[in-house]
């Protein structure tokens, strides 16, 4: 890369970061700042990091027998970023006790953002500040921003971006360097790219496995490269499955699927339905309320851009060259899978197809249930295919000179869009900054009495369903900062396991160093252990020994 060119990446890394500042504000990067990861989803990536930190190290670097105590499970499904966790809690001796990185994480996704569009940009847009503009739309956009400390795992798009440039540049021809070190080397880019994904969240795997097949194809079309189009899979999916197993992805003894196909699907309209995230576009309704799941709003600065890169593209016939044909097949293929068994648009269901039947593909389509999410190959592939047709300057018709027009073109389109998505910016940022401390649940002596007893390692729900998620997360929380343990969390998937006669059982052979929790609801069960009570902030403390005070 030539100096002028690292500038441009260096100036679209930076404007990543300073989005990001303008958007949620530098607060979120001290580490000791966790007012805005306390509630919802958040909570369970926080909170779940917690309880990992404090897990005894295992063969299997991923897994915690502090959120399910007696067993163990992976960090991987408490959506924590493991590659975070991991490396976070070599240092767990060092850092304090309240201690988050998601701050930093999405900082990181918004300067990979800036930095991997601007750098596949380049391979079509020559001119650097047309480029810059152009990588403000994907630093803004909806998809994106919307994901950030809410998901924040799936919000590194950046993982994305980085199988779509090499899906873009495997069939490059390099002089420099041999055919056998060219293909070692595109084998280990996508080998690199499998552990990102594994080492991140599961979702980013299944994205990138749809781009990493079409990119094999397309090596095996235009190179006749039969070894450099095989590696290409072998590597991903071989490195993929290695991480997943350190970080013990498959011995966490959780279900592989989940309900909800379909209806965590894509609308055939969610291009254009804003979600209250426009100025300008009205609200049009989804077909179910998981779908939101499948959110992929462009924005009016982007439809019309890719509305008058559409219709140049199709004058000039694009679609003959290799490279566009594959990204229409991989369009079309990501499309189909994002739209899963019920196909609607709007609030109008359009047909339903059932696979029940289908055995082994119903299964690993369940691993995938929100399949919304894989629009997100389509949504990048409209953008960066607009902005490569709208890049060539000698396609508009105009008076204007072509290098200009596109300029007051798109800056014009850009400054339309940031007005559009103004209230979904402005909402999203509001809800970081003004976030609140998690509201106290256990606020009664008793709680601190037991914790600097240093007599009790575990707490054991009798039945956690009874809990409200707060409730749950301020025992997780309580347990992480007193070394204790839980029998069970808000995972991302339902254990193969019967925790609550597991429970029972444990309440019935009782341990001097475990806590047992009851709800109220859960009052006539009490006569059904030996287990000496309290009643304080509504729940039932069991004990098997007695204290001073007991009801």
Request: overall charge neutral; charged content about 15%.
């Given at each position: 890369?030539?100096?002028?060119?690292?500038?441009?990446?260096?100036?679209?890394?930076?404007?990543?970061?300073?989005?990001?500042?303008?958007?949620?504000?530098?607060?979120?990067?001290?580490?000791?700042?966790?007012?805005?990861?306390?509630?919802?989803?958040?909570?369970?990536?926080?909170?779940?990091?917690?309880?990992?930190?404090?897990?005894?190290?295992?063969?299997?670097i991923?897994?915690?027998?502090?959120?399910?105590?007696?067993?163990?499970?992976?960090?991987?499904?408490?959506?924590?970023?493991?590659?975070?966790?991991?490396?976070?809690?070599?240092?767990?001796?060092?850092?304090?006790?309240t201690?988050?990185?998601?701050?930093?994480?999405?900082?990181?996704?918004?300067?990979?953002?800036?930095?991997?569009?601007?750098?596949?940009?380049?391979?079509?847009?020559?001119?650097?500040?047309?480029?810059?503009?152009?990588?403000?739309?994907?630093?803004?956009?909806?998809?994106f921003?919307?994901?950030?400390?809410?998901?924040?795992?799936v919000?590194?798009?950046?993982?994305?971006?980085?199988?779509?440039?090499?899906?873009?540049?495997?069939?490059?021809?390099?002089?420099?360097?041999?055919?056998?070190?060219?293909?070692?080397?595109?084998?280990?880019r996508?080998?690199?790219?499998?552990?990102?994904?594994?080492?991140?969240?599961?979702?980013?795997?299944?994205?990138?496995?749809?781009?990493?097949?079409?990119?094999?194809?397309?090596?095996?079309?235009?190179?006749?490269?039969v070894?450099?189009?095989?590696?290409?899979?072998?590597?991903?999916?071989?490195?993929?499955?290695?991480?997943?197993?350190?970080?013990?992805g498959?011995?966490?003894?959780?279900?592989?699927?989940?309900p909800?196909?379909g209806?965590?699907?894509?609308?055939?309209?969610?291009?254009?339905?804003?979600?209250?995230?426009?100025?300008?576009?009205?609200?049009?309704?989804?077909?179910?309320?998981?779908?939101?799941?499948?959110?992929?709003?462009?924005g009016?600065g982007?439809?019309?851009?890719?509305?008058?890169?559409?219709?140049?593209?199709?004058?000039?016939?694009?679609?003959?060259r290799?490279?566009?044909?594959?990204?229409?097949?991989?369009?079309v293929?990501?499309?189909?899978?994002?739209?899963?068994?019920?196909?609607s648009?709007?609030?109008?269901?359009?047909?339903?197809?059932?696979?029940?039947?289908?055995?082994?593909?119903?299964?690993?389509?369940?691993?995938?249930?929100?399949t919304?999410?894989?629009?997100?190959?389509?949504?990048?592939?409209?953008?960066?295919?607009?902005?490569?047709?709208?890049?060539?300057?000698?396609?508009?018709?105009?008076?204007?000179?072509?290098?200009?027009?596109?300029?007051?073109?798109?800056?014009?389109?850009?400054?339309?869009?940031?007005?559009?998505?103004?209230?979904?910016?402005?909402?999203?940022?509001?809800?970081?900054?003004?976030?609140?401390?998690?509201?106290?649940v256990l606020?009664?002596p008793?709680?601190?009495?037991?914790?600097?007893?240093?007599?009790?390692r575990?707490?054991?729900?009798?039945?956690?369903?009874?809990?409200?998620?707060?409730?749950?997360?301020?025992?997780?929380?309580?347990?992480?900062?007193?070394?204790?343990?839980?029998?069970?969390?808000?995972?991302?998937?339902?254990?193969?396991?019967?925790?609550?006669?597991?429970?029972?059982?444990?309440?019935?052979h009782?341990?001097?160093?475990?806590?047992?929790?009851?709800?109220?609801?859960?009052?006539?069960?009490?006569?059904?252990?030996?287990?000496?009570?309290?009643?304080?902030?509504?729940?039932f403390?069991?004990?098997?020994?007695?204290?001073d005070?007991?009801?």
């Amino acid at each position: 890369m030539k100096l002028k060119g690292r500038l441009v990446t260096i100036v679209a890394g930076l404007m990543g970061l300073m989005i990001f500042i303008l958007i949620f504000g530098p607060r979120v990067l001290l580490p000791v700042f966790t007012d805005f990861l306390t509630e919802g989803d958040p909570g369970q990536h926080y909170y779940g990091w917690l309880l990992f930190r404090e897990a005894p190290w295992q063969p299997m670097i991923g897994m915690m027998n502090t959120a399910d105590y007696p067993y163990s499970v992976s960090v991987i499904f408490t959506d924590s970023i493991p590659l975070c966790a991991v490396f976070f809690k070599l240092f767990r001796a060092f850092i304090p006790k309240t201690f988050q990185y998601f701050g930093l994480w999405g900082l990181f996704c918004f300067v990979m953002q800036g930095v991997l569009s601007e750098r596949i940009l380049a391979r079509y847009v020559k001119n650097p500040v047309l480029r810059l503009v152009d990588t403000s739309f994907l630093l803004f956009l909806p998809i994106f921003v919307r994901r950030v400390f809410w998901h924040t795992a799936v919000s590194s798009h950046w993982i994305i971006l980085v199988a779509l440039y090499l899906f873009l540049s495997d069939a490059d021809s390099e002089q420099c360097i041999s055919e056998k070190k060219r293909t070692l080397k595109i084998a280990l880019r996508w080998g690199i790219t499998g552990i990102l994904c594994a080492s991140v969240h599961i979702y980013l795997l299944g994205i990138c496995a749809f781009i990493m097949i079409f990119s094999a194809l397309r090596v095996w079309y235009e190179q006749r490269g039969v070894l450099r189009a095989l590696l290409i899979p072998v590597s991903f999916l071989s490195l993929s499955a290695f991480t997943l197993w350190i970080l013990g992805g498959f011995s966490s003894g959780m279900s592989s699927g989940a309900p909800g196909l379909g209806y965590y699907s894509f609308n055939l309209l969610g291009f254009f339905i804003p979600d209250r995230w426009s100025s300008f576009m009205p609200e049009i309704p989804y077909y179910t309320e998981g779908q939101i799941e499948g959110f992929s709003y462009l924005g009016i600065g982007l439809i019309v851009l890719v509305f008058i890169a559409l219709c140049t593209g199709v004058r000039r016939k694009i679609w003959r060259r290799p490279v566009v044909g594959f990204g229409i097949g991989l369009f079309v293929f990501s499309l189909f899978f994002s739209l899963s068994t019920e196909v609607s648009a709007g609030q109008y269901l359009l047909w339903k197809y059932d696979i029940e039947s289908a055995g082994l593909i119903r299964r690993l389509w369940e691993v995938f249930r929100s399949t919304g999410r894989f629009v997100w190959i389509p949504t990048y592939l409209l953008i960066f295919g607009a902005f490569a047709v709208l890049g060539c300057e000698n396609l508009l018709n105009t008076r204007i000179r072509p290098k200009k027009a596109i300029m007051v073109l798109t800056v014009c389109c850009l400054v339309l869009q940031i007005v559009d998505l103004y209230p979904g910016l402005s909402e999203k940022s509001r809800s970081i900054r003004d976030a609140q401390p998690a509201m106290e649940v256990l606020n009664a002596p008793i709680w601190d009495e037991l914790a600097e007893s240093g007599k009790y390692r575990h707490i054991i729900f009798m039945n956690k369903d009874l809990l409200m998620q707060n409730e749950l997360y301020a025992f997780a929380n309580y347990a992480a900062m007193n070394h204790m343990t839980i029998n069970d969390f808000d995972f991302a998937r339902s254990f193969d396991l019967h925790i609550r006669e597991i429970a029972e059982d444990s309440a019935r052979h009782s341990s001097s160093d475990t806590i047992y929790i009851f709800t109220m609801a859960e009052q006539n069960m009490l006569d059904n252990f030996d287990l000496t009570y309290y009643a304080y902030d509504g729940y039932f403390i069991g004990l098997k020994e007695r204290k001073d005070e007991c009801v």
